[in-house]
C-alpha cells in the first residue's frame, strides 16, 4: 500500500482498494484497514474491479487478493490492454491443484506473474458484456427489448470500443 501510494502521490488514506468480499481476505482486509487505506467490498466481479482500479477515470486504485487463475488471464489481457498494471501470485487450496499446475505451467510457480506473462499475444482482444451492472452497465429489460452494454479492447493497439445495441422481443 505504501508503493501505491508513492506511484499515485497520495497519502495512503486516500488509497481506493477494492476487494472480493469472502471469508479468505479477512486478514488482507484487516492489514488494509490497519494501514489506513479505504476499503471498498465487491460481492462478485474480480475482472470488472481490476479494470476499474486499472483506469485513471475509475473509482478505485487497486484490486487486491485471491481470485481463480481464469479469471486472472482475462484480467490480464485486459489491463495490459489499457496500460494498466497487473502483478499475481499463483495459490494453491491443494497439493493436488499444485501438482497440476507444475505439470500445466513450464516456469516457476512461486514467482510474480504480470500482465505480459499471461497475455503473451500482442493479437489478444478482451471482449466483455455487461450482466450485471458493474463497471459496464448490466443488461436492461424493457417491455418489448432488451438493451445490453458490451466493450472490446484491443491489446495491440489500446483501443477501446463501447458497443450498446437495443435487442427486440
Known sequence: LEQAADVLDKPISEVKVVALDRERHSELFKEIREAGAQLHLMGDGDVSAAIWAARP???YDML?????????VITAAAIRGIGGVFEGRLVFRSDEE??????????DLTRLWDAT?????????FAASGVCDGYLPG???GQDSVQTFAELIDVKTGEVTRHDRTHSL
Open 57 to 59: 477515470d475509475g473509482p
Open 98 to 107: 499444485e501438482k497440476r499446475a507444475e505439470k500445466m505451467v513450464d516456469d
Open 117 to 125: 506473462d499471461l497475455c503473451r499475444s500482442d493479437d489478444a482482444i
Open 139 to 141: 443488461v436492461v429489460v
Open 64 to 72: 487486491l487478493g485471491i481470485g481463480a487463475a481464469p479469471e486472472g
